[in-house]
């Protein structure tokens, strides 16, 4: 394949990447922004009745199942992928969407079901707490992203217009990274 073609060929390739990739890139470029200015978005937590003595093994291989069937039994509307346990604290993911959250403390168990507000749950996307199809969606992203940068790369040294600036570019990036990352 002569340069020419093969230009073209990543063009198109590079064209298509950012295109399937502008929307969750502008998610992350929103929330990361807000996050940035302090605007993080809210919850509305609302405590729940536990019974008694009511505990949970963590580590049991039948800890999502006897979680699942407590929220039944107590007629909490929780519906979750997988649960994220830490120390004392375990809470249903996703979290974008109503969660119950458990803390143990001395030994009795609490629990509160938290609705985010639409902010909330896309900041809860973004950090990667979104369900689990999600997670495999930003693992293809970050590949096509890879794929995407590195095309537009390869593009710019293809074309002898843009293959200084495009080296310039590069080179200057790599040194403000370099810099704010570990020097600054």
Do not use: C
């Not at 969750?24 to 929103?30: C, D, G, K, S, T």
Request: hydrophobic letters at 45%.
């Amino acid at each position: 394949m002569n340069k020419v073609k093969l230009r073209n060929l990543l063009v198109k390739l590079h064209l298509y990447g950012a295109a399937l990739l502008a929307p969750l890139f502008l998610l992350v470029a929103v929330t990361g922004g807000l996050k940035m200015a302090g605007i993080e978005g809210g919850t509305t937590e609302t405590p729940l009745a536990i019974p008694a003595g009511t505990s949970f093994d963590t580590k049991s291989p039948n800890f999502e199942n006897d979680v699942r069937a407590f929220l039944k039994s107590q007629k909490i509307d929780a519906d979750f992928d997988y649960i994220r346990a830490r120390g004392n604290s375990f809470t249903t993911r996703p979290t974008s969407r109503p969660h119950v959250a458990f803390e143990e403390k001395d030994g009795q168990l609490t629990a509160k079901y938290v609705e985010p507000d639409t902010l909330n749950a896309l900041m809860e996307i973004h950090k990667g707490h979104g369900p689990l199809i999600y997670k495999t969606l930003g693992w293809i992203a970050g590949l096509t992203l890879f794929f995407v940068v590195l095309g537009g790369l390869f593009i710019g040294l293809l074309s002898p217009a843009y293959r200084k600036p495009t080296i310039i570019s590069s080179l200057l990036g790599s040194a403000v990274f370099v810099w704010a990352a570990f020097i600054a």
